[in-house]
């Protein structure tokens, strides 16, 4: 995302339309319905999204990281096109987390773990937009990224660790693919037996 003179609305803050196409798109989405999928759980709280993890999980009830099912095949090409808009070793994205949002669902803000680094998404289904604000003094900094259909977006640095990110509540049903890397932080966490 950039501005009027090319430069990053956000540093750390890349996206590209159309890295899939529309048939593809249509079997993805296929795919995730298929899975087993299950309402995202913070604490006591259950969310409305739908989701299903690889690789890795993170428990938001015991604040644990544990395995996952391995990254099935279906994935791994749409692993290595994310991880080129970073030029980043595909195997670098350790975990992927399916996600439904079915209407009226959404995300509040909030900032990725700690554990990983890089986070990828591709948005699939019904268009939405993802807001950032960043603190400064007693005032917010806001910016939004518009996510289309097919279009996958980058998370790094400055975007990555200081800005926090959410999605509004959906009025047609959205889904998403996030690819994430572990930190430093994360290969030093312990993870919980499967």
Known sequence: MLDLFDAPVIPGL?????VISPDEES???????????SPFKFQQWEGKRLTHS???KYDFQTSKLS???PIPDWLL?????VADLAA???EKLVQALLIRYDVGAGIGWHRDRPIYDHV????LGAPATMRFRRKGGDRWRRTSLPLEPRSAYHLSGEARHDWEHSIAEMER???????????????????AAA
């Open 67 to 69: 395995r996952a099912e």
């Open 77 to 81: 090409d749409v692993r290595e096109r």
């Open 54 to 56: 690889f690789g890795w």
């Open 88 to 90: 980043l070793q595909p």
């Open 27 to 37: 079997a993805l989405i296929a795919a995730i319905d298929a899975e087993q999928l």
């Open 173 to 191: 049903t959205r889904y998403s693919i996030t690819f994430r890397s572990r930190s430093a932080r994360g290969y030093q966490a312990p993870a």
């Open 120 to 123: 990828f998404g591709l948005s």
């Open 14 to 18: 890349s996206s590209r339309a159309d």
